[in-house]
Nanobody, 121 residues
Framework: VQLQACGGGLVQAGGSLRLSCAAS????????MGWFRQAPGKEREFVAA????????YYADSMKDRLTISRDNPKNTVYLQMNSLKPEDTAVYYC???????????????WGQGTQVTVSS
């Protein structure tokens, strides 16, 4: 499956962004979809994930009150709504696909190219 993320940008602290990730290729609904982020000099970290049907969602504890992950299987797209953004949320955000739910980025087989999110103070 090929993934392409978009929706990043520059936003002021307290603002919101909605990231999208469009999939093509193999059946989108087979995969758990995850979002990860990587800041300069830091390891890639789990942000959120959603089950194949969308019935289960998972969030990083540090961000869970500010995030909503969703998916539209007929449109082969997963979304990440981020609210109350903080400067420490600045990172490249990646979408990824896996056959099961993991928080370890190494368990995801397919990756999008990343979209930059920059939050100014």
């Amino acid at each position: 499956v090929q993934l392409q993320a978009c929706g990043g940008g520059l936003v002021q602290a307290g603002g919101s962004l909605r990231l999208s990730c469009a999939a093509s290729g193999r059946t989108f609904s087979y995969y758990v979809m995850g979002w990860f982020r990587q800041a300069p000099g830091k390891e890639r970290e789990f942000v959120a994930a959603i089950s194949q049907s969308g019935g289960r969602t998972y969030y990083a504890d540090s961000m869970k009150d500010r995030l909503t992950i969703s998916r539209d299987n007929p449109k082969n797209t997963v979304y990440l709504q981020m609210n109350s953004l903080k400067p420490e949320d600045t990172a490249v955000y990646y979408c990824a696909a896996s056959g099961a739910y993991y928080t370890d980025y190494r368990m995801y087989n397919y990756w999008g190219q990343g979209t930059q999110v920059t939050v100014s103070s």
